[in-house]
């Protein structure tokens, strides 16, 4: 696409300006090599940038992204991944600014954050409300603050954030949070590329968990009601025990750990400490009985076979003659002439048949 400050050529070619322009910005971004030395140097402008390519739709920046992933790949691994989420408005990114300043400050600890925030589908970037609260974080180079877009939907949040959690841990960043904009799919999603998930509710949340559906309430490891200060104090009590209580009725996890809940406060630090000391058993307990391992490499394989199904889709949705016929078919569908399986089918079986059709591409690496 040419953009507004470039000029096209009467045959719609780019001029030679264009060009000039073009080659002389890519030769301005670091090389691979400038890149993975950068990552594990800890340079945060470079880490940034490789996020930017690992964020990028553009087919080279993937090709590069991929290459500084699978050169970072030795030295992942070593962090405690924890996620965050609750509803809008909950005090996520508060709290993570707290418990990070407690790591940094107190704890002597490096830690990186993974923001995604819904207000970001709309201009597409980051967001910079969660930036400007984390600013005093964010100051420490100790800290890494990546507020991502999530791009709607909770395969964006998923691909881009894993790859970002390997990047940071290259970098050196021991502690890793990722918090969720706290709606539908997203537990789910950050659950799969987390150690430990981290559910922060308000008080009065023990009446009906805040609709907090059962299927997360059996993936937390730690309920921490927030906004515990103030006169707001008795009431998160109360959320607490009913929370605990509630606790009581889901199965044990098999991973050993019985989940807990605290009160917490991210203005007044209360409970942080505690939260920390959770994580820390938590992790200890996992790794020693081997749930850690395993979990993670359970996490892989859903992660490659997701990266399979998306890619699937991709290639599906990609195929012209495909379009075409898909939007005769839904009409059909509509009409009442087919149902939708059979239709389904019909495009499965027009895409497959083309596959088997297509020449090997010659120029691809085998194997
Ligand atoms: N009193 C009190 N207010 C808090 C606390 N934590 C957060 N807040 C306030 O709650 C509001 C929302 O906080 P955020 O940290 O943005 O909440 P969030 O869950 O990240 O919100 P979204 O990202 O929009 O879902 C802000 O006005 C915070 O100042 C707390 O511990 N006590
Ligand atoms: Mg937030």
């Not at 600014?97 to 923001?115: K, P, S, W, Y």
């Not at 509710?201 to 927030?226: T, W």
């Not at 400490?273 to 979990?295: M, Y």
Request: hydrophobic content about 40%; glycine content about 8%; overall charge neutral.
């Amino acid at each position: 696409m040419i953009k507004a400050n470039q000029t096209e050529t009467q045959d719609g070619s780019e001029s030679n300006a264009d060009q000039r322009r073009r080659v002389s910005l890519r030769q301005r971004l670091p090389s691979y090599q400038q890149y993975v030395d950068g990552i594990l140097k800890r340079d945060r402008s470079i880490l940034a940038q490789a996020i930017t390519l690992v964020e990028s739709s553009r087919r080279e920046d993937r090709e590069m992204a991929d290459r500084i992933i699978e050169s970072c790949l030795a030295s992942t691994g070593q962090s405690i991944r924890v996620g965050i989420t609750g509803v809008p408005g909950a005090g996520k990114s508060s709290l993570i600014e707290a418990l990070g300043r407690f790591l940094v400050n107190d704890c002597g600890q490096t830690v990186a954050v993974l923001a995604v925030d819904p207000t970001s589908e709309i201009s597409g970037g980051s967001i910079l409300g969660d930036k400007t609260r984390m600013m005093s974080l964010a100051a420490s180079n100790a800290a890494f603050i990546r507020p991502t877009p999530s791009r709607g939907s909770r395969g964006g949040v998923a691909h881009h954030t894993r790859e970002a959690i390997l990047l940071c841990e290259a970098a050196g960043y021991r502690n890793i949070f990722v918090e969720t904009v706290g709606v539908g799919q997203s537990e789910v999603a950050v659950h799969e590329m987390v150690d430990f998930l981290l559910l922060l509710v308000l008080a009065g949340a023990g009446d009906d968990l805040q609709g907090i559906k059962r299927g997360v309430m059996e993936m937390v490891d730690l309920v921490a009601v927030n906004k515990a200060d103030g006169e707001n104090l008795p009431a998160a009590e109360r959320t607490r025990a009913e929370v605990e209580n509630a606790l009581h009725f889901f199965p044990k996890a098999s991973s050993g750990w019985a989940p807990r809940a605290i009160v917490c406060s991210a203005h007044t630090s209360l409970g942080i400490p505690a939260i920390w000391t959770s994580i820390l058993e938590h992790h200890a307990l996992t790794k020693a009985n081997g749930w850690l391992d395993c979990t993670r490499n359970e996490q892989k394989r859903h992660w490659m076979h997701s990266a399979i199904e998306q890619g699937l889709k991709q290639l599906f949705n990609a195929d012209p003659a495909i379009r075409d016929r898909l939007e005769a078919l839904e009409r059909e569908v509509i009409a009442g002439k087919t149902t939708p399986l059979h239709a389904a089918k019909t495009l499965l079986e027009m895409h497959s048949l083309q596959d088997s059709n297509r020449p090997i591409d010659p120029t691809r690496p085998k194997g």
